[in-house]
């Protein structure tokens, strides 16, 4: 199946077009190493007291030892291309997809402006063990569409996914969409430079070939004369519905984050035409789910299940005087009126809630009684996440496709935070959600019952197709 482009025009450095023209000079910053090591305390400490649980995959001597070789790796002069990739690793230890330390905006401006700074290629997806190309935009112009690099500079592409995404935690099927949307930044980043000796498969045959990196004017004329040659980007809409034959209906839910009464309009429409035209079987997608408000995913189930089901089996939520500035930041001010609960919490205690009981839904005129089938993969995350867990653990309909992007057990509702004198920003958790089953011990993705792999580069949806013919 061809997937949605993750390395567009657009999106390839999706911050370029907000800075200056090519002429502009780029002053770095430089800091002393009592600067950047504040920021390292800062960064630790403020983690420990608005995270409900932040040494859940390390221990707290471990990271107290990483944050001290962090420290000793700095020093005074350091730009913020030196040391953010140190300082990302405090980030990353925590290992979970919701916390992510933030690339600076001023590294895209030394890209844009720096010269011949950017690796010539535009990448696909990772396939788990290679990167797919989208495009060659080097001078060179030797790589094809579909060609899988199995290394760049004698980093296979495994590892390589590995090091470019210290910043993050998670699974590493997730963490590979973000590495190949900013590949060229984290490129410049971990300092891996031109020329770039990258080795590839091409129909599954070895090859090899050296590139020069380029700069932006280069990049923009060679996307320019050459992107008509690159597979073309998908657009995939938040919700869509369409009969696939007589016996097969598919709904795509890309997207949790409508309006409810929106959500639920648009699910009517769709429950209403299964009833005029029917289907034995409804493929629902969520593979390119990325999450939003899990009660729109409530609201799904009521039209496919008439079972008791649970969206969490717990909920623990740290409460924190940042959190609380941040909630009464977009609550306008009235946060200890409409949050009472949290505001009149004590800093440092824990919102525990372990009661949530399974609840049938409501009567719904339009359930559905056929087969249902729900498709997921890496991109399946947040609420998505939780949805596909929810249809696991309580045997909901049958889940196809690919491992989803995170474990059931995880950890969200988002802080955003900045260190004092670097200004890079990050965020982290400050709830965890045990998963609907109540084990809070697996740390495991949501599995499918039917482990498909889809071909990239194919104009058919094997995931489909094998669903079609079950």
Known sequence: MRLPILLTFALVLPAFQLFASADTTIVERHFSK?????DVSYLTTTVERVHPN???????????RLADSVRSALHDGMTERQAWPLMARLVGALNEGHSTFNYPDSVVSQLKTGGRLLFPVLVQEFNREHLVVRGDLSTEDKLLPGDEITGINSINASKLVDLLSGYTGGLKTFRSIDVCRNLITYL??????????ITYLRNGKPGSVMLTAINWAEFRAHMKER???FPGATHYPDYAFKHLDQQTAYLAINSLKAEPAVFKNFLDSCFQ??????AGKLIIDLRRNGGGNSTLAQVLLGYITDKPFRMAGGVRWK??????DQLNKKLAGKGAEEMPYYFNAADGSVLADTSIQTTAPESNPLRYKGQVFVLIGPRTFSSANMLANTIQDYQLATLAGQPSGEPANDYGEL???TLPNTGFTFSTSTKQFIRANGDVKDTH???PKYKITDEPNTSVDEAIEFLKNR
């Open 319 to 324: 409460v924190s005087r940042e959190y609380k």
């Open 415 to 417: 802080i955003f935070l």
């Open 227 to 229: 992107a008509k040659t």
């Open 34 to 38: 009592k600067q950047l090591s504040d």
């Open 54 to 64: 932040m040494y859940h995959s390390i221990s707290k001597q471990r990271y107290r």
């Open 273 to 278: 035409n299964l009833q005029q035209a029917p």
């Open 188 to 197: 410049y980043l971990y300092n891996i430079t031109g020329p770039y000796h």
């Open 445 to 447: 993705p949501v599995f």
